[in-house]
């Protein structure tokens, strides 16, 4: 069996994918777990859990290229460059 | 005259005074039995445990350091000197702890748990001690030894009903207790240990 184990590293943070272990059972996985991500102070807690447990989506449709739902979608730099150039305009007068 | 005081157990650690004579055993098989388990680094049957396994035998290494530390107090002499430079017949570790058993993984775990068991009736006489420091240092033994358990406890677990398992756990149970003459291989194990020690004489770390 897989486990995929997610760590914290301080109090508050989200927990972020560490790595996985292979165990024969979910007691194993824990000892493992602990071993790998835990007896060095680096995580505060750990998630385990069976790798079928994830569910994972991997296929993003964008068929009629909607670049507006995205950050590169709005280009500001021409912008932001046209309006700084005006600022300075004033400025100078 | 009052009465004679009934006799304690003789096997009882809490007998015998000095730190030397209950500590120095103790100190012997864990530094020893951590040798033995550390010779499974890189060949364990698969990472996970390898990494564990490991963890393991550093443990009982820093277990090890801990009670020489203590003895090194009462004697005016240091964990390493304790550790490595006494000759062989000195040490005053189980056989049990000296056999090498790679690559035999299911007597190696049989070991492992039988050992355990021993080593936790143990330390739990040394939680009783009337010297503050030997029982407190028990106290932080207990505690990092409990992972030990359930480790040596799930493996059980999964070989209790494995064949081979059963046979080693038949053939080493006799030996759990056994003190006296060293096996032939602990100096082989003794020369590879205090190699670096006896060859550069004084140095440090």
């Known amino acids: 069996m897989i486990y ?12 972020a994918h560490a790595g996985s272990v292979e165990a024969p059972n979910e007691e194993f996985a824990e000892w493992y777990a602990r071993e790998e991500f835990g007896r060095r102070g680096e995580s505060v807690a750990l998630w385990v859990v069976p790798r079928e447990a994830v569910h994972e989506i991997d296929d993003f449709i964008d068929e009629l290229e909607r670049n507006y739902h995205r950050v590169d979608g709005y280009p500001l730099k021409e912008k932001l460059r046209e309006a700084r150039e005006r600022a300075q305009a004033r400025a100078t007068k | ?6 006799e304690q157990p003789s096997n009882s650690l809490l007998q015998g005074g000095s730190r030397a004579d209950v500590l120095l055993p103790i100190a012997d098989d864990e530094l020893i039995l951590g040798w033995r388990n550390s010779e499974w680094t890189g060949i364990a049957p698969f990472l996970e445990e390898d990494v564990a396994f490991s963890s393991i035998a550093q443990n009982e290494v820093g277990h ?16 390493d000197e304790l550790a ?11 056989p049990f702890v000296e056999l ?3 690559p035999d993984w299911a007597k190696t775990i049989a070991r492992h748990c039988l050992y ?3 080593d936790e009736r143990r330390i739990k006489e040394l939680l009783e001690s009337d010297d503050p420091e030997v029982a407190g ?16 406890r799930m493996w059980f677990d999964r070989l209790q009903d494995v064949a081979q398992f059963q ?10 207790d056994q003190r006296g003459e060293h096996l032939s291989e602990f100096e082989q194990l003794w020369e590879e240990m205090t190699e670096v020690r006896r060859s550069v004489a004084g140095a440090t770390w």
């Open chain 2, 137 to 152: 240092l028990a106290a932080k033994i207990d505690r990092e030894e409990a992972y030990h358990r359930i480790h040596s």
């Open chain 2, 64 to 79: 090890a350091r801990a009670l020489y530390q203590l003895v090194a107090e009462e004697l005016g002499t240091t964990a």
């Open chain 2, 167 to 176: 046979e080693a756990l038949e053939e080493l149970r006799p030996m759990v």
């Open chain 2, 116 to 118: 355990e068991d021993a």
């Open chain 2, 84 to 94: 490595f430079d006494r000759k062989p017949e000195e040490y005053r570790c189980s």
């Open chain 1, 4 to 15: 995929e184990v997610f760590r914290q590293e301080r109090k508050g943070q989200a927990f």
């Open chain 2, 1 to 6: 005259m009052s009465e004679p005081k009934p």
């Open chain 2, 100 to 102: 090498r058993l790679v």
